[in-house]
């Protein structure tokens, strides 16, 4: 398949072209609740999902980047996407673009799209890949629901190099006479979405302002202007999910579901490579009586919410095995986790052309005081620790591109 040369070029002209060729699938697609910030949308997505399908309710989902599988970021109507029709949407994608120049991510976008259209089901949750103003995913005239997660310093060279910015291209997926849930965000994000809203005609509920939501006694507490709900925390761990689950709950609230859909929400939802804990694999064998966990986080403000989580976690020694690709801030992601880890391990993600080397890593870890070390991979680290310290907490991090490559050699 010839696509058009750069993997990121953020612009809707070719998707909406292709769209087109396609006669609108877009137009067809069942309820579209539309997914956008830096980080939690697709533990927020998770967790909306979980509660619309213990409701009845057929759900389709799109999410990326996918970890083991591309078929990962299609579920139809709860189902991840057969093979035999991945590939039939992929060709007529491709036959129908005609050699015309397109990204990776427009055509399986595309591809997705009308898949959604061709089968029934009650909603359909889309995840922004990138962005949200111009991004692939931003096609649809007048979504069910949108939502905003939290936004923060990532993706600097497409999105801008301000947090205003920034701001300014997630609430880009903002359409006219459509409800906006908006989870805690900075003043200066905030400024920029509320513009925004007021801008277009959108109407926010806001966390802090229209919806608040906490952790009390073991139990989380949700509370909006229709009254206060006691739900069990979500499955999904670290404090962080505190706020996605109250996003997913005020999403639940403003669709008309019940508390029950929002329980079913904090006790079903899965996502993996989110503070994952892998209790089963080759990799685990190798770690033996060591406990290995899983985590795709990859900015500043993921190494916040990591480094809480942590410390949340029942006392032993952590040794992080961390990966991260050039494009991100790995100091910024580093330093609050300096703190909580004995020693890190710097490997390089397989395959992946835009990774860091381990011995950069290594360089940044040792930065912010770390004690790092290189590796020549993920199993040469965890044998490196597990020799010196057999009862080691071991945390592979740093990237969704490693956490992807650990998950598949994990079986």
């Not at 750069?6 to 006669?23: F, P």
């Not at 909306?48 to 078929?71: C, K, M, N, Q, W």
């Not at 060709?91 to 399986?108: D, Q, R, S, V, W």
């Not at 409800?179 to 979405?193: D, Y």
Request: proline residues 4%; charged residues 20%; aromatic residues 4%.
């Amino acid at each position: 398949m010839d696509l058009h040369p750069k993997v990121i070029d953020l612009s809707l002209d070719r998707t909406e072209r292709l769209l087109s060729k396609l006669g609108n699938p877009e137009r067809r697609v069942p309820a579209v609740i539309h997914v956008a910030g830096t980080n939690g949308k697709g533990s927020t997505q998770s967790m909306i999902r979980a509660g619309l399908e213990s409701d009845g309710h057929a759900v389709h989902a799109y999410t990326s980047p996918h970890l083991a599988r591309f078929h990962e970021r299609i579920r139809l109507a709860g189902e991840l996407i057969r093979e035999d029709d991945l590939i039939e949407l992929l060709e007529l994608c491709e036959t129908t673009n005609a050699g015309e120049p397109i990204t990776y991510f427009e055509i399986t976008t595309c591809a997705a799209i009308q898949a959604f259209a061709n089968t029934p089901a009650d909603y359909t949750l889309m995840e922004v890949g990138l962005g949200g103003r111009v991004d692939t995913t931003n096609v649809f005239r007048k979504p069910e629901l949108c939502v905003i997660t939290p936004v923060s310093m990532d993706h600097t060279q497409f999105l801008g190099d301000t947090l205003a910015k920034i701001a300014f291209e997630k609430a880009g997926i903002l359409k006219r006479n459509t409800f906006c849930v908006v989870g805690p965000q900075e003043e200066e994000a905030l400024e920029v979405i509320e513009q925004q809203a007021s801008k277009v005609g959108a109407t926010l509920k806001i966390y802090g302002q229209h919806w608040h939501v906490w952790e009390e006694n073991g139990r989380l507490m949700f509370q909006d202007e229709n009254g206060l709900w006691d739900l069990p925390l979500p499955a999904l761990i670290g404090a962080h999910q505190v706020q996605n689950a109250g996003a997913a709950i005020m999403a639940l609230r403003m669709l008309g579901k019940s508390e029950d859909a929002a329980i079913d929400a904090m006790l079903n939802a899965e996502w993996p490579a989110r503070l994952q804990h892998l209790k089963t694999g080759p990799l685990v064998d190798a770690a033996g009586s060591a406990e290995l966990w899983l985590d795709g986080g990859h900015n500043a403000a993921a190494g916040d919410a990591l480094s809480e989580a942590l410390e949340r976690l029942s006392p032993r020694p952590l040794h992080m095995v961390t990966g991260m690709l050039n494009t991100k801030d790995v100091t910024g992601y580093l330093k609050p986790l300096a703190k909580n880890a004995v020693t890190l391990h710097g490997v390089s993600i397989p395959e992946e052309i835009n990774t860091l080397s381990a011995e950069e890593t290594v360089a940044a870890a040792k930065s912010v005081g770390m004690d790092a070390h290189v590796a020549d991979d993920v199993v040469a680290a965890i044998r490196t620790i597990t020799a010196k310290d057999p009862n080691a907490r071991i945390l592979i991090c740093g990237s969704l591109y490693l956490a992807g490559n650990v998950l598949r050699d994990n079986g």
